[in-house]
């Protein structure tokens, strides 16, 4: 008799949004000085960049890391002309530079947002054969990759209860669901307590 082959990725990552994660107070006018390259909860993270003058409009942050698979990553984010922070939309697991198009008005910093990803078992074909989720506090939606967020296709989503510590724990029927790209999960913090993912 031959044993499973099935395994499991768990997945807990309840760290808060951290707007100086990255770069901390600082007024660079090419390239920032790096406070941490990675982030608290071991997963990709969306990059927020906070302005604290007036007169940034149309600057830019050049951000390069990695997505969720390991693959280089790039993205600007365009500041306005207020003291606010603006959110850029990608997940980067790392970053490795953050370059200004010009020396801002004042101090900004640089950091990760409250929108994670992680990859599941790399962009290694895998079929996805159940899942079950811890909800946070707060409903959210799951969704699932078919590649990483950015180039990928989600092939489907699911909602969390909202209730925390409840859990939702899901078969998939017959083969599973097959992501030939590698599979990676996108989610809001606070949403989830934990996930564990069930492929072979």
Known sequence: MSGSDVKAKFISDENASDDDRIVTAARPN???????????GGGARNIIVTTTGTGDNEKTTTITGTDVFGDTLTETITSTGSAEAVAGTKFFLTVSSVVCSAQYAANIKVGSGTLCAEAILGSERIRLKGFSVVSGGTAGIIQYFNGTPESGTALFKSRTIGTDNDTVDRTIPEQGILFDNGMSVQYTVGTIDMMTFFHA
Not at 30 to 40: I, M, R, V, W, Y
């Open 30 to 40: 090419t390239t920032a000085t790096l406070a941490n390259t990675t982030f608290a």
